[in-house]
């Protein structure tokens, strides 16, 4: 997933300012004056072309961090388009992993945000793309329009794209910057962010970002149908191996050994499923870990949140989009996503052991792995779930199976009322859209690090567009809008303009996206 950004508060520094502009100021009048909405599209549409090559080039550049792929690569070229988009300070930072950049534009405003990105993308494996994964070749989707295929479309570098190219326009267009920015950006997001802190809890960084209103990341939020949902927050994740290895257990062979031996040698294989087992319920719907923190209910708020974003979207379409013929248990509509929303999982990514080529080749595999994610809500915390699984393992005699965690993070949580989240809601009515309140993403993205303390900052997600696929074969990012309840790149553009004129405070005279 997709699939962040971040702000801080920078003084003034305006020269022979009137009498009335400081008692402006004092009162809390706006800093940023209403643009020339037209001036700054004029500049979207000049720069089209330009921006849409640019997101071509720029997923033609995988970071793939599970494949230890153009990490330094993708730092650079990730620093080299924040520092053309207008960005003062650009700085790769060495977090001990793959190199963050931390940036930050100074507009003299006396409002701050951040912007947390991701520059990573996920692997891929091009015979299951109709379209090379990295020509970013633009094609037709029925329905929708025109649109860019390629890893990393939509999660996330076509809403960052769109998002840079808006700095742009306003530059362009000899605009006021309404408000001062501050960049993260990670090359980690795809393997569970497990260097975060190192980039946005370093003394500096921090203490850019203590000074913003919030930290949100650019994402293409719109339906089909033209619905927008605002999360409040999303789950937690921890991405693990559980690993069976006979030379660790003490019992079952040390290599790979011919299948007829398994009349009188244990199988790791066996085990590592037989240890799976005791994870979850008999349908393999509910977690059953001994000591695993219990979610915290739903609130009457939060149903009736759900209650009005499932009655504006339809369940038919859902289930054909992901190709799923029921939910869990049969459940309704409402009640499925009530579920997706409070529920924790244990997830069986993939299963590897032995021999998986074409034919049998009947051996007794030494060794067999697990690849896990496990989503988390709160009150859980991502140390407090490895904990217990390692202890529940230990418990039912599965001690020996190790427990390779490579990342994850607790879940967040932001404030309906915060001005991040407010600001959206105003530029999305402004739009014509009546936003959805969603009480919790049920994907994850390193939200908490903004959330919690030290910087107890308000975090989302924003931005008209939308694309699709993230993750999987096929992946795009729509660029030229045939569906008038859907906007395409140059929109997708003119929401951030909006956004950024909102925060700052002067987005209530701005009009309606075209």
């Known amino acids: 997933m997709a699939a962040s950004v971040f702000g801080r508060r920078a003084q003034l520094g305006a020269i022979g300012l009137t009498a009335f502009a400081l008692t402006a100021m004092a009162s809390g009048m706006a800093f940023a004056q209403a643009p020339d909405r037209a001036a700054i599209q004029a500049q979207v549409t000049k720069r089209h072309d330009t921006a849409v090559k640019a997101l071509q080039d720029w997923i033609a550049l995988p970071s793939i961090a599970a494949e230890d792929r153009n990490a330094k690569q993708g730092a650079e070229y990730m620093a080299k388009l924040a520092r053309e988009a207008g960005f003062q300070k650009v700085e790769i930072v060495d977090t001990g992993g793959k190199p963050g950049v931390f940036a930050t534009l100074d507009?003299?405003?006396?409002?701050?945000?951040?912007?947390?990105?991701?520059?990573?993308?996920?692997?891929?494996?091009?015979?299951?793309?109709?379209?090379?994964?990295?020509?970013?070749?633009?094609?037709?989707?029925?329905?929708?329009?025109?649109?860019?295929?390629?890893?990393?479309?939509?999660?996330?570098?076509?809403?960052?794209?769109?998002?840079?190219?808006?700095?742009?326009?306003?530059?362009?267009?000899?605009?006021?910057?309404?408000?001062?920015?501050?960049?993260?950006?990670?090359?980690?997001?795809?393997?569970?962010?497990?260097?975060?802190?190192?980039?946005?809890?370093?003394?500096?960084?921090?203490?850019?970002?203590?000074?913003?209103?919030?930290?949100?990341?650019?994402?293409?939020?719109?339906?089909?149908?033209?619905?927008?949902?605002?999360?409040?927050?999303?789950?937690g994740v921890v991405e693990l191996e559980l690993v069976a290895d006979g030379n660790a257990w003490g019992r079952g062979p040390s290599k790979d050994v011919h299948s007829s031996l398994k009349a009188m040698v244990d199988s790791p294989a066996w085990r590592l499923v037989k240890a799976l087992d005791t994870l979850v319920s008999e349908d393999g719907n509910t977690i059953t870990v001994d000591g695993f923190p219990k979610p915290t209910p739903l609130t009457a708020t939060e149903r009736a949140q759900i209650a009005k974003s499932v009655a504006a979207r339809d369940e038919a379409t859902a289930r054909k989009s992901l190709g799923v013929p029921h939910w869990i248990d049969d459940l309704s509509w409402e009640k499925a996503n009530e579920r997706l929303v409070s529920q924790p999982t244990i997830n069986i990514e993939g299963l590897v052991g032995g021999?998986?080529?074409?034919?049998?080749?009947?051996?007794?595999?030494?060794?067999?792995?697990?690849?896990?994610?496990?989503?988390?809500?709160?009150?859980?915390?991502?140390?407090?779930?490895?904990?217990?699984?390692?202890?529940?393992?230990?418990?039912?005699?599965?001690?020996?199976?190790?427990?390779?965690?490579?990342?994850?993070?607790?879940?967040?949580?932001?404030?309906?009322?915060?001005?991040?989240?407010?600001?959206?809601?105003?530029?999305?009515?402004?739009?014509?859209?009546?936003?959805?309140?969603?009480?919790?993403?049920?994907?994850?993205?390193?939200?908490?690090?903004?959330?919690?303390?030290?910087?107890?900052?308000?975090?989302?997600?924003?931005?008209?567009?939308?694309?699709?696929?993230?993750?999987?074969?096929?992946?795009?990012?729509?660029?030229?809008?045939?569906?008038?309840?859907?906007?395409?790149?140059?929109?997708?553009?003119?929401?951030?303009?909006?956004?950024?004129?909102?925060?700052?405070?002067?987005?209530?005279?701005?009009?309606?996206?075209?």
């Open 107 to 235: 507009a003299g405003a006396p409002t701050s945000v951040g912007v947390y990105y991701m520059y990573d993308v996920k692997q891929f494996d091009p015979a299951e793309w109709s379209s090379p994964p990295l020509e970013a070749r633009i094609v037709d989707k029925p329905g929708l329009g025109k649109a860019i295929v390629g890893r990393g479309a939509a999660n996330q570098k076509g809403p960052e794209m769109a998002f840079l190219t808006a700095l742009h326009a306003i530059r362009d267009a000899n605009q006021k910057m309404p408000v001062n920015l501050v960049l993260v950006a990670e090359g980690e997001e795809e393997i569970g962010s497990p260097n975060i802190g190192k980039l946005v809890l370093r003394p500096d960084v921090q203490a850019a970002l203590k000074k913003s209103i919030g930290v949100f990341m650019p994402m293409g939020l719109q339906d089909p149908d033209g619905a927008v949902t605002v999360n409040l927050g999303a789950k």
């Open 355 to 514: 021999y998986t080529g074409p034919g049998g080749k009947t051996i007794l595999p030494y060794r067999a792995v697990a690849k896990i994610d496990m989503r988390l809500v709160p009150p859980m915390t991502r140390d407090g779930a490895v904990e217990a699984l390692k202890a529940h393992l230990k418990k039912r005699g599965y001690g020996d199976i190790a427990v390779n965690v490579s990342g994850g993070y607790d879940p967040t949580t932001t404030d309906a009322d915060s001005k991040l989240i407010q600001a959206q809601i105003n530029v999305l009515r402004r739009n014509n859209i009546e936003p959805l309140l969603w009480p919790r993403l049920a994907g994850s993205y390193p939200g908490f690090v903004f959330t919690q303390p030290p910087l107890s900052l308000p975090s989302g997600h924003f931005g008209l567009g939308h694309g699709g696929g993230a993750h999987a074969p096929d992946e795009f990012y729509l660029i030229q809008s045939t569906n008038p309840k859907v906007q395409g790149f140059d929109g997708a553009v003119m929401s951030y303009v909006d956004y950024l004129y909102e925060l700052g405070g002067a987005g209530g005279s701005s009009a309606a996206a075209k």
